[in-house]
């Protein structure tokens, strides 16, 4: 499978075997009593990267941010920040600062007290901190709201706040807990641009924390895919999503359909696979696998075809089978096709015309087929 890059933008300190981590998490593990919440965890963090830790509730990647920050200490291992070891550092003397997903607003205070706030505890000087809100009212856009309260501003104003707030005291790194969380769906994609946005002009070092998958695929350079208080992968999101290296994170990115079989022949970097579904799978492989060797295929909705007619070569990567459920999404259609063996795949198709002279029909017999690049193997 060819390399995928990060396609946003030409940044990949990661990729450069001379570039130093700016964060840099060395065997670190967290218990609380009998339970590992992160298990003996080593990641890397660079300057200026768009950082996302990704995973399902009780994974590990909060407890992983609240270290950092310094709300939590490591049981054992080491957290490195721009050359310095953490280890009994207080949050307050931390280079760091988080936004948490309730915001934690002072209710009392106007927003530009709000913002203001952190920079009066550490003594900044009046007309410093007035010029400093001041850029960051102009920087979130927020400048004709500076005498209004939380309770008088919308969930999005209320969260550029939050985010300016995090900002005043220019810390090294800024970390945010669940962030969007509280915005609706449309808010949510908008603010999404913006942060992204905001944390490029400003050269600044994000790490989100987060469930959402799609946030985490929009914003991210790099995302930490997390499963009990271990990272599973560490890829930009165009390879977490098309070459997954594991099973757990095929299937969590996502909508995929997995096929199961065991190796027929493999030779010349290809490899054919007979599957569970009944038909046989051919697609290129980087190892040469046993023959009668158990492996899984990966494949997306969006890279299944879906036709009336057979494919020219029906003997490979195709089978036929019944639509069973037609959902209509408006920029997309997506079929459910249930196979001869009762086994139920998703293909997705875009609707790039308004109108379909000759629409499927529930119940129809079709084809379902796939190029032999579409799909990646699976070994655990």
């Not at 009780?58 to 957290?79: H, V, Y």
């Not at 969006?302 to 007619?309: F, G, N, S």
Request: hydrophobic content about 40%; aromatic content about 8%; overall charge neutral.
């Amino acid at each position: 499978m060819k390399s995928l890059g990060n396609i946003r933008r030409a940044f990949a300190p990661w990729s450069d075997p001379s570039a130093k981590p700016f964060i840099a998490f060395k065997n670190v593990t967290k218990r609380f009593g009998h339970f590992t919440a992160v298990n003996d965890l080593s990641l890397n963090i660079y300057h200026r990267e768009f950082f996302a830790l990704l995973g399902a509730s009780g994974c590990g990647k909060s407890t992983l941010l609240r270290m950092l920050a310094g709300f939590e200490q490591p049981t054992s291992g080491e957290i490195i920040l721009d050359g310095t070891d953490l280890s009994g550092t207080p949050p307050y003397k931390r280079p760091v600062n988080m936004m948490f997903q309730s915001y934690a607003l002072f209710p009392h205070m106007t927003v530009e007290k709000n913002i203001a706030f952190g920079l009066k505890q550490d003594g900044m000087p009046k007309d410093e901190m007035v010029e400093r809100v001041s850029q960051m009212l102009k920087l979130v856009k927020l400048e004709q709201f500076a005498s209004r309260k939380p309770n008088q501003l919308s969930g999005g104003q209320r969260q550029r706040v939050a985010l300016a707030r995090s900002l005043a005291k220019r810390p090294k790194v800024l970390l945010l807990d669940e962030p969007l969380g509280a915005l609706d769906k449309k808010l949510r994609e908008e603010t999404q641009f913006e942060l992204m946005d905001l944390q490029q002009s400003l050269g600044l070092t994000f790490v989100v924390v987060t469930h959402d998958q799609e946030e985490a695929m929009t914003m991210a350079d790099r995302i930490a895919v997390m499963s009990h208080g271990k990272v599973v992968q560490v890829a930009t999101p165009a390879e977490i999503y098309e070459a997954p290296n594991c099973r757990f994170v095929a299937d969590f990115i996502g909508d995929v359909n997995i096929f199961d079989g065991k190796v027929t022949t493999a030779s010349n970097g290809a490899v054919e696979i007979a599957v569970d579904s009944g038909f046989t799978v051919r697609t290129a492989s980087s190892g040469a696998p046993a023959v009668g060797s158990a492996l899984g295929f990966a494949i997306r909705p969006e890279k299944l075809r879906v036709t009336r007619a057979a494919p020219a070569n029906a003997s490979i990567n195709a089978t036929k089978g019944e639509l069973w459920d037609i959902g209509y999404l408006g920029d997309m259609t997506v079929f459910h096709v249930r196979l001869p063996n009762g086994n139920v795949v998703k293909a997705s198709s875009l609707n790039a015309q308004r109108t379909v002279d000759d629409p499927f029909t529930y119940d129809q017999e079709v084809w379902v087929s796939f190029d032999e690049d579409s799909g990646v193997l699976l070994r655990d």
